[in-house]
């Protein structure tokens, strides 16, 4: 039977860190009361020496104590957050009166985080029946976007079905590319084997992948960075135009709740090369012919424009650092954009 809306519901929405929402965003949205970020666990490994555990410290420490340690050679490991983790968030959430939660997490092909939240939603006060938790399969900003979709539509419909749709057909229509410069930042995670990490350094393979099916899929292997970039652009621009072309024949697109336009780009992220990301995001814009962005990275703007340029809406907050749980086994440099 579903669940039938009642005027006096209260829904949460929860998520973890490897949506990739910018700190600040999450900052804003967490002081409205209904939102909830589960920090993933990331600790950094140095052989005869203790480990090193990052939590409790803050954005800017952690994403410095990535990249130092990408720099030096060190294990960077993540796991994820434990069912009593997830059980005390849902608690909290319920003494504050909240009647449901609805939980969207990395795709449980990548991590088991959803079934953390699974057993964590069994041992909360709210049970099973109170928590709706989603497999997004997907990772970074495409389901980063849904979770601001669905916050959006509480708005509007307090209706944790509806919520859950949504969340769902945005993560299912969201398209993402990423680019990683080297494999080493994955060999050291056990992601690839050391043999294809050595093949990949030998022949300067810089893969560019995506997510299909809830699992990581590398689409090409190019050999020099400059290629890797070009055809990055290429088929993000690709990813713009299909989606444009798909809304246009199918008119149940714009039902998402202050969903954009379709065949945009909603989430740029990137490895300690933000200005590189801004530069990549820019020559998108070019080749769909909307013009350049005047863009700073790592803050927000509603809209800018230089001297010959187009005048752009920029999404706040659209630039972000890929977050330590994924950036962690991408390395530095790496690059990723989502299309919706």
Excluded: W
Excluded at 19 to 36: I, M, Q, T, Y
Excluded at 308 to 335: C, D, K, Q, R
């Amino acid at each position: 039977m579903g669940h039938e809306n009642n005027a006096k519901d209260r829904i949460a929405v929860v998520t973890d860190s490897a949506a990739a929402l910018h700190p600040e965003l999450v900052e804003r949205l967490s002081a409205r009361g209904n939102f909830v970020v589960v920090p993933m666990p990331v600790t950094i490994r140095t052989p005869g020496a203790e480990d090193r555990s990052l939590q409790g410290l803050g954005a800017a420490e952690v994403d410095e104590a990535i990249m130092l340690a990408h720099v030096m050679g060190q294990t960077v490991s993540t796991s994820g957050p434990a069912p009593g983790a997830f059980a005390d968030v849902y608690d909290e959430l319920a003494s504050r009166g909240f009647t449901h939660v609805v939980s969207v997490h990395l795709s449980g092909e990548l991590s088991g985080t959803v079934e953390s939240a699974r057993t964590g939603a069994r041992l909360s006060r709210l049970g099973a029946e109170g928590v709706s938790v989603v497999d997004s399969r997907t990772v970074a900003g495409a389901y980063g976007y849904a979770v601001l979709r669905a916050l959006e539509l509480l708005e509007e419909d307090p209706n944790p079905e509806r919520v859950v749709e949504c969340m769902r057909r945005v993560c299912e229509r969201a398209t993402l590319y990423f680019y990683i410069p080297t494999l080493d930042a994955l060999r050291r995670g056990g992601r690839v084997s050391p043999a294809l990490a050595m093949v990949g350094q030998m022949f300067q393979i810089k893969p560019i992948g995506t997510i299909s099916q809830g699992k990581l899929t590398y689409v090409e292997r190019p050999r020099t960075a400059a290629r890797a970039l070009d055809r990055f652009v290429e088929l993000t621009v690709q990813a713009c135009r299909e989606h444009r072309h798909a809304a246009a024949l199918d008119a149940s697109t714009d039902a998402v709740p202050g969903s954009d336009t379709p065949g945009e780009v909603v989430a740029v992220h990137h490895v300690g090369n933000a200005a590189q990301a801004v530069q990549l995001y820019e020559r998108v814009q070019r080749l769909l012919g909307e013009g350049s962005l005047s863009h700073s990275a790592g803050t927000s703007t509603g809209s800018a424009s230089g001297e010959g340029s187009v005048a752009l809406n920029i999404p706040e907050f659209l630039v972000s650092s890929l977050p330590p749980v994924l950036s962690a086994h991408s390395g530095l440099g790496a690059v990723a954009m989502v299309v919706y």
